[in-house]
């Protein structure tokens, strides 16, 4: 295991260390635990999503708002033609904006 000595000093009222850039932790935070005379810094343990799930409170049925059932939007079956035209994707992909010549003269 590579080690290095390091300088300590004092910022406020707590001991700090300057920690070389080859030591450098991810992130923001770390944790610190002491082991006797040794302490060791680490980075914190990333925690599962399924860690996180578990520790979640169960909804009851009463925690959700009642939720309108709205009927559903009408659907133009000339415009959906319209719009998935392959003469209009490709004028539009590849042309100003506008019909094609081909599809004015359909319409």
């Known amino acids: 295991m590579p080690s290095r ?3 300590l000093f004092r910022n406020g009222r707590n001991q700090a ?3 070389p850039r080859e030591f450098e932790l ?3 935070e770390a944790v610190l635990t002491k082991d ?3 302490l060791i810094l ?3 343990k990333r925690r599962g999503f399924l860690a996180a799930l578990a ?5 009851e049925e009463g925690d959700f708002p009642p939720i309108e059932d709205l009927p559903a939007e009408p659907f133009d079956l ?3 033609g319209y719009l998935l035209d392959s003469n ?18 359909s319409r």
């Open 5 to 7: 000595r390091v300088k």
């Open 17 to 19: 260390v300057r920690i």
């Open 26 to 28: 991810p992130g923001q």
């Open 36 to 38: 006797g005379d040794r």
């Open 42 to 44: 680490e980075p914190p």
């Open 55 to 59: 520790e979640m409170t169960p909804l």
């Open 78 to 80: 000339e415009m959906a």
């Open 88 to 105: 209009i994707v490709a004028a539009l992909m590849h042309a100003p904006v506008g019909l094609s010549p081909a599809h004015r003269e």
